[in-house]
């Protein structure tokens, strides 16, 4: 895997934990005046999955994957700014659940893509850069070749 995505990969791992742990400070009562530092964190840890996601997406990892870690990265930021205005009083501890939920999903979601690019760099898969999506002729000659090999030559229309 390359440098920048192992080093996104462990911001992830490193604000995912220290999240969890404020969390956990949090819910039993103490240190609430930390909550700015966990909100601050917080962003920290969606900023650095956006980050691994937009990596993903240079190494050519499936589009689908990709978009779900920026809406997941989304839905963290949302809830997390949202959630004390949602179900206020003795209900509040279902939105505290979901919250912690969707947060260890984003860290799952973050390991997913960082699995996927080193798998990508594993398997000798070029990765996507600017030339190429811009419609190189030698590369798109190249991907006519491998199409043509697996479907068969293009029909004339």
Request: hydrophobic share 55%; proline share 6%; charged share 10%.
């Amino acid at each position: 895997m390359p440098t920048a995505a192992t080093l996104t990969q462990w911001i992830v791992r490193l604000t995912g934990a220290t999240q969890v742990i404020l969390g956990v400070l949090f819910w039993t009562g103490h240190a609430h005046a930390l909550i700015p530092l966990h909100m601050a964190i917080g962003t920290v840890f969606v900023i650095a999955t956006w980050l691994l996601a937009g990596l993903a997406a240079r190494a050519g990892v499936s589009l689908p994957l990709v978009l779900f870690g920026v809406i997941w990265g989304g839905v963290v930021i949302a809830l997390g700014i949202g959630q004390t205005g949602l179900l206020p009083g003795s209900l509040h501890w279902v939105v505290e659940i979901l919250h912690l939920l969707v947060g260890i999903g984003a860290m799952a979601i973050a390991a997913r893509l960082a699995s996927a690019i080193g798998r990508r760099r594993r398997a000798g898969a070029p990765p996507l850069v600017p030339r190429q999506l811009a419609g190189n002729s030698r590369c798109n000659a190249s991907w006519a070749r491998s199409r043509n090999s697996v479907t068969g030559p293009a029909s004339p229309v």
